[in-house]
Every structure is written in structure tokens, then in C-alpha cells.
């Protein structure tokens, strides 16, 4: 018998999931935020997952709120199960009781381990050696649900959360299809998360600033953990600059300091990290020494405090 599916997901780290689904079930249904006003025009953007929903030839809804999920859903017949990825909108008690079995999401964390809407970036900016994916069953609280399956991954020195987010985004859709069978059939039990979690709020503006006077280790994952997108930001002459690629370097420098060798150097509080790339603002993404060649500053350095 073939398992009937909503499929709920927004940006493009969900689409490998809803591909590898459409491999096992029926998705009958896609359901995502609503289109947004984009660039200069304003002209509305349909999300990455309702794009790709179209070419599957799969129907779309796209509620406003919250409180229109449930309808959404009720609206397109039975479904056995629904299926969350980086959704975006809470999942309220009448909705996560439509389908037979619940919703499963796909969470980019070891839970307990970054519960929230940033777990990726949140783990890289605490140095996380390790990232993984979790198969949970979803409930009433924030990734609190019960844990069905989850694999985990070593973190390169060199990768950016964005070069993570996609491999976990893969290896969350393998793990998905792996378990969704089985579970539906009973064959395996979700178990209650252990205590210990830790939180990973949505990035705000005021999490982005570097404090050159961290150690270097912390500067570079806060580096990491933002790129490519938001960016980790230093302000120079008075403007946030953002720095999108980093790493270690050795010597010691004052905390903030720009000198240029062979690279371009910045102090830090225990040494000195290399900068490769940076954004000016209102400018386009560039390398380093390119930009650094068009300071006029003799002593040219960033604020120290966030």
C-alpha cells in the first residue's frame, strides 16, 4: 500500500528531502510560507520548495498563519503521515493531529543538542567538532518531540555553515527515508530526548559583530558559523564590513589590528587570524588584499567592541 504524505518545507535545504520522499510515498501535498517580495521591484518570490513542488507536478498551499495549517492539510484528503523540513511557521496541536500518525521533522542538530531555528550556525559558532540530523516526532514544543533516528557528521576546519547546511540537508533526507516506512508500520519507537538541551535562536543583527578581542578560535567559528549568509560583520571607519572567509594565522597582533604581509592580518585576543574574503558595504563580495590596497588608513584596524 503506498503511503500518502504532506510534505511541509521553505527554503532550499529542504527540496533534497521532498526529492528523496517523493522516491518512497505519495506527496500528495506541499505546503509552504506564502510567496515574498524580492529585489528592487518588490516583485513577489515563490520559496525554493513551492518552485520545486511545481516541476514534481505536486499541489501547493501556502497558509498565512499559523491557524490555517490544519485546513490546509484537512483540505487534501487523508495523509498517513506529514513530513517537516525548515518549515518555518509553528505547527499548532489541530494541525500536528491531522495526519494518522503525526508529523515527522528533520531537525539539523543531535538533539537535545540546538534546539531552534539556527542549529547549524549555532553549532559552528560554539566550535562544534561534531553536527548531525535527527528524525523527530513533532510536538507542541520547540524540537522537544521524541527522537526516532539520527546520524552524525565531523566538521571540516575549512567548512562554512552553508557547506554543512547542505550536507546535512542530504544526509537528513536519507535518514527520513529510511525510517519513514518502519515507523508507520511500528517497528521502531521514537525515544524521549535526554536532558541538557541548548537553544539555537534565530541569528539576529546583534549576534553578527566580531570582538576581536575573543580568542582566535572563537573569531574564526564566528566567521564559519555566519558564512555565507548573514556574514560575520567588523566594523571599519565607522561601517560594518562583513568577513566571509577566515583562518588561523600565526604571530600575535593588538586585538583589531590590519596589517598585510603575504595575507591580510587582524589581531586578535590570544594571536592573529587571516582574513581571505570580505564584503564592503554596498559593494560586492572580494578578496582580501584587493581590498585591503584601497585603505588610506597608515594604521588601518577594527573596532575591538561588538
Given at each position: 500500500?503506498?503511503?500518502?504524505?504532506?510534505?511541509?518545507?521553505?527554503?532550499?535545504?529542504?527540496?533534497?528531502?521532498?526529492?528523496?520522499?517523493?522516491?518512497?510515498?505519495?506527496?500528495?501535498?506541499?505546503?509552504?510560507?506564502?510567496?515574498?517580495?524580492?529585489?528592487?521591484?518588490?516583485?513577489?518570490?515563490?520559496?525554493?520548495?513551492?518552485?520545486?513542488?511545481?516541476?514534481?507536478?505536486?499541489?501547493?498551499?501556502?497558509?498565512?498563519?499559523?491557524?490555517?495549517?490544519?485546513?490546509?492539510?484537512?483540505?487534501?484528503?487523508?495523509?498517513?503521515?506529514?513530513?517537516?523540513?525548515?518549515?518555518?511557521?509553528?505547527?499548532?496541536?489541530?494541525?500536528?493531529?491531522?495526519?494518522?500518525?503525526?508529523?515527522?521533522?528533520?531537525?539539523?542538530?543531535i538533539l537535545p543538542r540546538w534546539r531552534g531555528a539556527a542549529p547549524v550556525q549555532r553549532a559552528l559558532m560554539a566550535g562544534d567538532s561534531r553536527v548531525g540530523v535527527s528524525v523527530m516526532v513533532l510536538d507542541e514544543g520547540l524540537d522537544t518531540g521524541p527522537v526516532i533516528a539520527?546520524?552524525?557528521?565531523?566538521?571540516?576546519?575549512?567548512?562554512?555553515?552553508?557547506?554543512?547546511?547542505?550536507?546535512?540537508?542530504?544526509?537528513?533526507?536519507?535518514?527520513?527515508?529510511?525510517?519513514?516506512?518502519?515507523?508507520?508500520?511500528?517497528?521502531?519507537?521514537?525515544?524521549?530526548?535526554?536532558?541538557g538541551a541548548t537553544t539555537a535562536p534565530k541569528i539576529t543583527p546583534g549576534d553578527r559583530p566580531i570582538d576581536w578581542r575573543w580568542p582566535t578560535w572563537r573569531c574564526l567559528a564566528h566567521v564559519r558559523g555566519l558564512a555565507p549568509k548573514p556574514g560575520a560583520t567588523a566594523v571599519y571607519s565607522g561601517e560594518p564590513h562583513k568577513i566571509l572567509a577566515a583562518v588561523p594565522a600565526g604571530g600575535t597582533a593588538i586585538a583589531g589590528s590590519i596589517a598585510a604581509d603575504d595575507g591580510v592580518y587582524v589581531g586578535t585576543g590570544d594571536g592573529r587570524i587571516e582574513i581571505l574574503r570580505i564584503q564592503p558595504p554596498g559593494r560586492a563580495e572580494m578578496d582580501a588584499a584587493a581590498w585591503y590596497r584601497g585603505l588610506r588608513s597608515a594604521e588601518p584596524g577594527f573596532e575591538t567592541s561588538r
Open positions: 500500500m503506498t503511503v500518502r504524505v504532506a510534505f511541509l518545507g521553505t527554503p532550499d535545504l529542504a527540496i533534497p528531502a521532498l526529492d528523496a520522499l517523493t522516491d518512497v510515498a505519495e506527496v500528495a501535498l506541499v505546503v509552504t510560507q506564502p510567496d515574498r517580495p524580492a529585489g528592487r521591484s518588490l516583485t513577489p518570490v515563490p520559496p525554493p520548495v513551492k518552485q520545486r513542488a511545481v516541476e514534481l507536478g505536486i499541489p501547493v498551499a501556502q497558509p498565512d498563519r499559523s491557524v490555517e495549517v490544519a485546513a490546509a492539510l484537512s483540505a487534501h484528503g487523508r495523509f498517513d503521515a506529514a513530513v517537516l523540513v525548515a518549515y518555518g511557521m509553528l505547527i499548532r496541536p489541530e494541525a500536528l493531529a491531522v495526519p494518522a500518525r503525526g508529523f515527522l521533522n528533520i531537525h539539523f542538530s539520527t546520524t552524525s557528521t565531523a566538521v571540516g576546519q575549512m567548512e562554512t555553515a552553508g557547506s554543512v547546511g547542505w550536507r546535512l540537508a542530504t544526509a537528513g533526507a536519507h535518514l527520513m527515508t529510511s525510517v519513514l516506512e518502519p515507523f508507520l508500520a511500528g517497528r521502531v519507537v521514537a525515544t524521549p530526548q535526554p536532558a
